[in-house]
């Protein structure tokens, strides 16, 4: 199954939910960014170079406490990448592990529409601050084009309550909390999920819960 982390707006912390929704599904995240990534990298080939036809995506892929597909930093290997070669790359990684956690680059550029058409599901995430639920609209429209299933909607580094109720009726899906937990922040830096080092946190109830989301998608 291939689950597309999505939203309007930068910043929201996609990446760090997309890196810990994968080790509670034990999938394979792939870092989709292709001008701005953000997960870790390290020697070997990543997708950059599968874009540019220079190595396969399963050999790209990292083993690891969260199994990794990363993207390259440098400008140009962004150039040399072709992102019409993103759709193969990710179902290939799927066919090989099964779930793929894509996280999607921030916007709504031709490389966030990509995942989201190969995806079996969508995930938005989205900021608490209210002015924020035009980004993640535009991005479920985008999903909706693209046949991308929404499966729920991650409101992320919750400090108040949010207005969920008004994010599930404009949005059509579930709404899942994510509270603010330097423990989530950090995660990717020192590489500890959080559904593995705070199991009992509220945080890492809620990224088990948009698990269950995605699982409960694929069941059906």
């Known amino acids: 199954m291939i689950v597309a982390v999505a939203g309007g707006k930068g910043g929201v912390g996609k990446t760090t939910l997309s890196y810990n929704l994968g080790?509670?599904?034990?999938?394979?995240?792939?870092d989709a960014d292709l001008g701005m990534a953000d997960l870790p990298t390290?020697?070997?080939p990543d997708l950059h170079d599968v874009l540019a036809g220079r190595a396969d995506p399963v050999e790209a892929v990292r083993e690891g406490r969260v199994r990794l597909l990363p993207c390259g930093r440098?400008?140009?290997g962004a150039r040399a990448a072709d992102v019409r070669g993103l759709g193969d790359a990710i179902r290939a990684v799927a066919d090989e592990y099964g779930d793929v956690v894509v996280d999607c680059p921030a916007g709504l550029r031709a490389d966030v529409g990509v995942p989201l058409a190969v995806a079996d599901a969508c995930l938005v995430v989205a900021s608490p601050r209210r002015f924020a639920l035009a980004d993640a609209m535009r991005t479920r429209e985008l999903a909706r084009e693209l046949d991308a299933g929404l499966v729920g909607v991650a409101v992320n580094r919750v400090v108040e309550s949010p207005p969920t109720e008004a994010v599930e009726r404009a949005l059509g899906a579930p709404v899942t909390v994510v509270p603010a937990d330097p423990r989530v922040g950090k995660s990717i830096a020192e590489n500890r999920p959080v559904v593995r080092a705070a199991p009992e946190s509220e945080a890492a109830?809620?990224?088990e819960n948009l698990a269950a989301a995605v699982?409960?998608?694929k069941a059906v």
């Open 23 to 30: 080790a509670a599904l034990a999938a394979v995240v792939v």
């Open 205 to 207: 109830r809620s990224v």
């Open 215 to 217: 699982q409960s998608c």
């Open 74 to 76: 440098s400008l140009s």
């Open 42 to 44: 390290g020697p070997g």
